[in-house]
C-alpha cells in the first residue's frame, strides 16, 4: 500500500526528484488572505460590487481548474501537476483585483489629470494629437484598436493556459507572480493617485467604452453600484499584462514572434485609442519589469 507521501509525492519531492510547490501556494494564500481581509474591512465595498456572483462563479470554476492537476498528479507527472496548479490562483486574482480596484476609487482622493498631463507635456507627448493622428490613418487606427480590444484578451488567455496546461511549470509560475506582485506595486499608485483617462484630461470626444468608465468612477466615488471594472489610469494594465503575456510565452517557440507582437502592438495602442496618457505607459514598463524580477528572484530562491 502507498505511504501518504507517496500519494501526493512528497517523498519524490524530498529526494530532490521534482521540485516543492508549497511554498509558492503558502504566499499566494497568505496573499489573497491579505487582499481579503483588506476587502472585508472596508465593508462599504460590499454595496458597490455584485460579489455574490462572483464568488459564485468562483466556487464552480475553481474544481474545474484544479481537475488538469489532478490528472497530472494522477500520472505522477509532478512537474506538469505544479504548472496547472497555477490556474485556481489566477481565477481567485481575477475576482479580487476589481475588488480592490473598486475599493480605491472610492477613497475620494483628488483626481490627478492635470498632474498626468504636466509629465506628458514635459516628455513632449500629447495623447490628443496622437489620437488624432491615428484618425487621420483609419487602417492604423483599426489595426491598434482590435489589438487592444480583441487581441490583447486572446494574449492574456493564452498566457493563462497554454503554459499551465502544457506543464511548462517555470513560465506558469513565474506569471501568476509577476502578476501579484504588479498589482502590489501598483496599488499604492492607482490609490493614492487617481485619474479618469485622457478624454477627461485633453478634453475630447470619448467612445462609449471610455465614458461607461468615466460614470463608473463618478459612480464609485459617490458610493454607488460599480458600472465596469476598467477603472484603472495609472499604470496601465493593458500594458503591464501584455508584456508579462509575452514574458511567459516567450519560451514556447510557435508563439515566441506573436506574443512579442502582439505585446508590443497593445503597449502603442493604449495611447493611440486615448485610454492612457504616456507616463500610464512608462510607469506600466517599470512596473513590468520590477514584477518580472521580483518573480524571477521568487522563483528561484523558493520554489
Known amino acids: 500500500m502507498a505511504t501518504f507521501a507517496d500519494t501526493f509525492g512528497l517523498a519524490r519531492e524530498r529526494a530532490g526528484e521534482v521540485p516543492r510547490p508549497w511554498r509558492l501556494h503558502l504566499f499566494m494564500l497568505a496573499y489573497c488572505a491579505c487582499l481579503g481581509v483588506v476587502c472585508f474591512a472596508w465593508r462599504r465595498m460590499f454595496s458597490a460590487i455584485d460579489w455574490q456572483h462572483a464568488i459564485l462563479g468562483d466556487m464552480i470554476l475553481i474544481p474545474v481548474l484544479l481537475v ?18 497555477t490556474l485556481p490562483w489566477i481565477c481567485l486574482l481575477r475576482t479580487m483585483f476589481p475588488w480592490i480596484a473598486a475599493l480605491s ?7 490627478r489629470d492635470g498632474l498626468y498631463i504636466g509629465i506628458d507635456r514635459s516628455l513632449g507627448m500629447n495623447v490628443s494629437a496622437v489620437v488624432a493622428w491615428t484618425a487621420a490613418h483609419p487602417i492604423i487606427g483599426a489595426l491598434l484598436a482590435h489589438t487592444y480590444y480583441s487581441l490583447f484578451p486572446a494574449l492574456l488567455a493564452t498566457a493563462v493556459f497554454v503554459p499551465s496546461l502544457a506543464g511548462k511549470r517555470a513560465a506558469a509560475q513565474r506569471f501568476l507572480l509577476s502578476v501579484a506582485f504588479s498589482f502590489l506595486l501598483s496599488l499604492p ?10 478624454w477627461v484630461g485633453y478634453q475630447f470626444a470619448p467612445d462609449a467604452h471610455q465614458q461607461d468608465v468615466k460614470l463608473a468612477i463618478t459612480a464609485l466615488r459617490s458610493g454607488h453600484q460599480l458600472v465596469t471594472a476598467g477603472i484603472v489610469c495609472l499604470p496601465s494594465f493593458h500594458a503591464i499584462w501584455a508584456l508579462l503575456s509575452a514574458a511567459s510565452l516567450w519560451q514556447i517557440k510557435p508563439l515566441k514572434v506573436p506574443a512579442g507582437l502582439v505585446a508590443t ?3 502603442v495602442s493604449t495611447i493611440t485609442t486615448g485610454w492612457h496618457y504616456v507616463c500610464d505607459v512608462l510607469a506600466a514598463l517599470v512596473i513590468a519589469a520590477l514584477s518580472l524580477a521580483m518573480a524571477e528572484s521568487f522563483r528561484r530562491s523558493y520554489l
Open 105 to 111: 476609487a472610492g477613497l475620494n482622493l483628488p483626481l
Open 68 to 85: 488538469p492537476a489532478l490528472f497530472r498528479h494522477d500520472l505522477r507527472q509532478f512537474d506538469k501537476r505544479d504548472a496547472a496548479l
Open 265 to 267: 502592438l497593445t503597449v
Open 189 to 198: 499608485i492607482f490609490a493614492s493617485l487617481p485619474g479618469i483617462g485622457p
